[in-house]
């Protein structure tokens, strides 16, 4: 009996030891791939810049290496109009696939993301108000980031609060609760749109409500970076093992020391922010946060220590080629990177609700 626990744990052990493996191998090869993805998307274009020259630019730009045997064109055109633009794509499509992890986990649901709870409404209604009405004009510079997030996060709220207004908090509930909420604040930008008798403005919000990383700067990097990696480290070493309870069960997390509802009101709060920043640099994109946590699961298995890193190198890519393919298939005309993404992830959808329908789940 003894032998056969101890040839138990060492498999057990041994299981481990390679699952960790698996999750280094795939970061390690997603990075690579990132890379890559950068280099060619910056040089993608109207005007097509070789990947070799692209290269040089940048290491000449960051690390002063290499003489200048480019035109001035290309080096602006690499520097100050593309490369903002491809980091803005991976940090966006990072951060709402970390955030679609969250809020799987936290409504133990596959089928869940910002869309869905409301929270990417609330912020386009926040921002649209900013926009159009000039709300959050106390804030300076962050007006439009600080009306999204405030949107993001009074629909977070309102979404909790009508969940528990019947009883304890439970998945079901903020699911219906989300949808509701986002119906009902989708048609207050509408109404914000309407109201505002700016057909210009109108124009605007329209294109950006479907999203664009046509905005990118420099200096409005830095927020979405620390945004993004401050809730990434966040969601990956201080809640990964509280995630991984609440997505088991209200009673699992109970028996853990995990008080569900407690911890739902926090990552409702972290989601938002990182949303809220998300929707003001690049309007509102969906599917991302939907698509990629299940791709990220399908590779490295449940664990959310596992399934974080992954998925955020995984949405960094999908969406720099989602912009790609906005850029170029309609050139010189650009199309809202929110049309690809939702033609890329509608398929997806159907076919993950087929295999749920064919294994049983509701």
């Known amino acids: 009996m003894t032998a056969v626990l ?9 299981g481990v030891g390679a699952q960790r493996r698996r999750t280094t191998l ?10 890559v993805t950068g280099v060619v998307a910056v040089g993608t274009g109207a005007i097509a810049i070789g990947p070799a020259t692209v290269a040089r630019i940048l290491a000449h730009q960051i690390f002063g290496l290499g003489d200048a045997t480019w035109t ?22 990072a951060g709402l696939a970390v955030c679609g992890v969250a809020l799987q986990a936290m409504v133990r649901n596959v089928l869940a993301d910002p869309y869905l709870l409301g929270i ?16 959050g004009a106390g804030f300076g510079q962050y007006a439009l980031s600080a ?35 986002g119906y009902a604040l989708y048609a207050t930008t509408s109404f914000l749109i309407f109201a505002s008798g700016s057909a210009e403005g109108s124009r605007s919000v329209l294109f950006w409500l479907l999203g664009s990383l046509g905005l990118a700067r420099w200096d409005a990097l830095l927020t979405v970076a620390a945004v993004v990696i401050g809730g990434t480290t966040f969601f990956l070493t201080v809640v ?12 699992t997390a109970h028996t853990l020391g995990v008080n569900p509802d407690r911890f739902r009101m926090r990552l409702l709060v972290i989601v938002s922010l990182c949303v809220g920043v998300l929707v003001s640099a690049a309007g509102s994109i969906g599917f ?3 698509v990629v946590p299940h791709l990220a699961r399908r590779l490295v298995g449940a664990p959310h220590v596992r399934v974080v890193p992954v998925a955020a190198l995984l ?42 329908h064919a294994g049983g789940t509701s």
């Open 6 to 14: 101890s040839e138990d744990r060492e498999q057990d052990v041994l």
């Open 26 to 35: 795939w970061v390690v090869a997603l990075a690579v791939g990132l890379v």
């Open 72 to 93: 001035p064109p290309q080096e602006a055109i690499v520097w100050q109009v593309r490369l903002p633009r491809v980091l803005l794509g991976m940090l966006v499509g």
């Open 120 to 135: 990417n409404s609330g912020a386009s209604s926040g921002a649209a108000a900013a926009i159009l009405f000039g709300a």
């Open 147 to 181: 009306s999204a997030f405030l949107g993001a996060l009074a629909a977070s709220l309102l979404v909790f609060l009508i969940a528990r207004s019947g009883g304890r908090v439970t998945s079901i509930r903020l699911l219906l609760a989300g949808v509701a909420v």
């Open 240 to 251: 990964g093992r509280r995630l991984d309870a609440l997505a088991v069960g209200d009673e």
């Open 288 to 290: 991302a946060g939907l």
């Open 315 to 356: 949405g960094a890519i999908l969406l720099v080629w989602a912009d790609v393919i906005a850029r170029v298939l309609l050139a010189p005309q650009e199309i809202p990177i929110g049309i690809i993404t939702a033609l890329l992830g509608a398929p997806f959808l159907l076919i993950l609700i087929r295999r749920l």
